[in-house]
């Protein structure tokens, strides 16, 4: 089966970055088989995706990056080269609702997300029988006033032991601690049921029927210290009238909160999503 390097880039906007990293590829006999590129006329920066065929190229992973260094110095490129066969180990972490946990295991086990999903952490001991049912290792980790410091010092642990890449928040209503959002900043997935920045915080469908919207939605963004106002990777809405109470607001938004998560977290593995600042820059 073909595998693939990917490189990504991000680097202040100037002519020639284009015909200097393709030529790059192709002089080393590589095929790019998909080519994404966005120029942020206003921040004067540039943004690149390259897919390449690894077969084509006749270089390992470490022999291309070497090669490929000095092109980044010229450019000032801030890049990642990786080999699409090297699977992220992904750490879920949930409390007691189980909808975005569900579809994310769901679309595990039928291919669709390229991960390891090395544990999941929660602060409820309720999805342990489901979760284990796919053969996956479930810890307990109960968060209360009175130990938050000690949890989620174990929490910090046992996503050190497992060695994790990324963390995805699949509904999990605590708030991680400022050095954790900083020890993984950009690795940190979270879905807000809300349609962000408007209704942040708790019961924000509860929220938006009392403000009476007609649309609500759901933000899949990266997690920093400043609670619900990370980097965005995906959003979307539903539709709602007068007529609709807020347990049907509830109930829409878990079908919006499932599937955007699944998307950004889709993307993120894929290294679609390049962050600037607080703004994203989403090769989807």
Same mark, same amino acid.
């Given at each position: 089966? #073909?595998?693939?390097?990917?490189?990504?880039?991000?680097c202040?906007? =100037?002519?020639?970055?284009? %015909?200097?990293?393709?030529?790059?590829? /192709?002089?080393?006999?590589?095929?790019?088989?998909?080519?994404?590129?966005?120029?942020?006329?206003? *921040?004067?920066r540039?943004?690149?995706?390259?897919?390449?065929l %690894?077969?084509?190229?006749?270089?390992?992973?470490?022999?291309?990056?070497? *090669?490929?260094?000095?092109v980044? =110095?010229e450019?000032?490129?801030?890049?990642?080269?990786?080999?699409?066969?090297?699977?992220?180990?992904v750490?879920?972490?949930?409390? =007691?609702?189980?909808?975005?946990?569900?579809?994310l295991?769901?679309?595990?086990?039928?291919?669709?997300?390229?991960?390891d999903? /090395?544990?999941?952490?929660s602060?409820?001991?309720?999805?342990?029988?489901m979760?284990?049912?796919?053969?996956?290792?479930?810890?307990?980790?109960?968060?209360a006033?009175?130990n938050?410091?000690?949890?989620f010092? =174990?929490?910090?642990?046992?996503v050190?032991?497992?060695?994790?890449?990324?963390?995805?928040?699949?509904?999990?209503?605590?708030?991680?601690?400022?050095?954790?959002?900083?020890?993984? /900043?950009?690795?940190?997935?979270?879905?807000?049921?809300s349609?962000?920045? #408007?209704?942040?915080?708790?019961?924000?469908?509860?929220? *938006?029927?009392?403000?009476?919207?007609?649309?609500?939605?759901?933000?899949?963004?990266?997690?920093?210290?400043?609670?619900?106002?990370?980097p965005?990777i995906?959003?979307?809405?539903?539709?709602?009238?007068?007529?609709?109470?807020?347990?049907?607001?509830?109930r829409?938004?878990?079908?919006?909160?499932?599937?955007?998560l699944?998307?950004?977290?889709?993307?993120?593995?894929?290294?679609?999503?390049?962050?600037?600042?607080?703004?994203?820059?989403?090769?989807?």
């Open positions: 089966m #073909s595998h693939f390097y990917r490189l990504v880039v991000s202040p906007d =100037r002519l020639g970055i284009v %015909a200097r990293v393709s030529n790059f590829i /192709a002089g080393h006999g590589g095929s790019i088989t998909e080519a994404s590129q966005h120029s942020d006329l206003e *921040a004067g540039f943004f690149m995706r390259y897919e390449i %690894a077969d084509s190229i006749g270089m390992s992973l470490e022999e291309l990056r070497d *090669a490929f260094a000095p980044a =110095r450019f000032d490129m801030q890049w990642a080269l990786r080999d699409t066969r090297d699977k992220r180990r750490v879920l972490m949930v409390s =007691r609702e189980s909808h975005c946990l569900v579809d295991l769901y679309r595990w086990t039928a291919g669709e997300l390229d991960c999903i /090395a544990a999941v952490i602060n409820h001991d309720d999805m342990r029988g979760v284990e049912w796919h053969g996956i290792p479930y810890h307990h980790v109960p968060v006033a009175d938050k410091p000690e949890a010092a =174990r929490v910090e642990q046992l050190e032991e497992l060695n994790a890449d990324s963390i995805v928040l699949a509904r999990y209503m605590q708030i991680l601690p400022p050095n954790l959002c900083q020890r993984y /900043a950009g690795r940190v997935i979270n879905i807000h049921h349609f962000l920045p #408007s209704f942040a915080g708790a019961k924000p469908y509860h929220q *938006a029927h009392d403000r009476g919207v007609k649309l609500i939605g759901a933000t899949c963004h990266y997690v920093t210290e400043e609670l619900d106002a990370g965005i995906e959003q979307d809405i539903h539709r709602v009238s007068h007529c609709h109470t807020p347990s049907d607001l509830v829409f938004g878990r079908d919006v909160e499932k599937t955007v699944a998307r950004g977290l889709r993307w993120h593995l894929e290294d679609r999503v390049l962050i600037h600042g607080n703004k994203t820059v989403v090769f989807a």
